[in-house]
């Protein structure tokens, strides 16, 4: 939930710096991590600060860069479907990926229980009638179309990276860190590419912190710590409650309206995520017991 409220808060910033600034997507995604990475390592610093043991002994880096260009690669097909889709059909498309995610994971043999499908159901409806005008505007764009699915296809494949990367590591702040470490390379290796446009002034440099520090630093810390808690196809089915907060966040700051339909939308998306706490708890493995007479 922590996640989904920081990542929520990213199309506001976004359109904010678009209305104070002139600064493109691609700008706004470089600043993202050239932001990010270095606040992420101080916190790391910090957080490791007058403790004699090294934490850094269970954080396997290569693996985490790995997943750190993935995100990379989630990023920029969402920029470069978001040139050509509406948001309100990209959000439709992009928020396939707990479908795909639960999916893959019933593939890779993990059990998902008749109450997530139903809690799946329910997500998806919600999120189709949050973004009542999907079929407006005309023929959609296919390239569009597809690079929104990969977008949703590559997080998916993120969830499921960053299940198997962290297992087991304590340091979840530290594997978080080497992620946004191996994001930010790629980013700095497009900057000779296109250059970058610098801040033109004082609050587009805050708004750029604040989804820095807000939409990026606090949701990735977050959804990694959830994966390795409670696994990725119910972290990936709790964060289905993002598009309301965005909603919501839309409607206080920029005036946007909200429709009744919408609101039904999220009374869905609510109740799916209800419906996955309500269901019963794992039962306490007795085997040992059994083992032991």
């Known amino acids: 939930m922590l996640a989904a409220a920081g990542f929520s808060l990213m199309p506001t910033m976004v359109k904010s710096v678009y209305l104070q600034s002139s600064l493109q997507a691609m700008d706004i995604a470089i600043w993202r991590f050239v932001l990010a990475a270095p606040v992420m390592w101080g916190l790391v610093w910090l957080a490791r600060r007058g403790t004699s043991a090294d934490k850094t002994s269970d954080v396997p880096a290569r693996r985490l860069l790995l997943v750190g260009l993935v995100i990379s690669a989630a990023v920029l097909t969402a920029f470069f479907a978001l040139e050509r889709l509406p948001a309100s059909t990209y959000i439709a498309l992009f928020f396939s990926y707990p479908a795909m995610v639960v999916l893959l ?20 409806t919600g999120i189709a009638l949050t973004v ?8 959609a764009d296919l390239v569009g179309v597809a690079l929104a699915l990969v977008n949703a296809a590559i997080v998916a494949v993120y969830y499921l990276l960053t299940k198997r990367a962290m297992h087991g590591v304590a340091d979840v702040s ?9 994001s930010l390379a790629v980013f700095l290796l497009l900057i000779p590419l296109r250059g970058l446009m610098m801040p033109p002034n004082p609050v587009t440099l805050l708004l750029l912190t604040g989804i820095a520090i807000l939409g990026t630093v606090l ?35 920029l005036g946007e309206v909200i429709l009744a339909v919408q609101w039904l939308g999220a009374a869905l998306i609510v109740c799916s995520v209800l419906i996955l706490q309500l269901r019963p708890r794992n039962r306490i493995d007795m085997s040992i017991v059994h083992e032991a007479g």
């Open 105 to 124: 994971s019933s593939l890779f043999g993990e059990r998902i229980p008749p109450a997530a499908w139903l809690a799946l159901a329910l997500a998806l």
């Open 132 to 139: 009542p005008d999907f079929n407006a505007g005309g023929g």
């Open 174 to 182: 530290g594997a978080s860190a080497w992620m946004m470490l191996g």
């Open 219 to 253: 949701p990735v810390f977050a959804v990694n710590l959830a994966i390795q808690r409670i696994g990725a196809a119910q972290s990936s089915l709790v964060s289905t409650v993002e598009p309301i907060m965005s909603m919501i966040v839309s409607m206080l700051i």
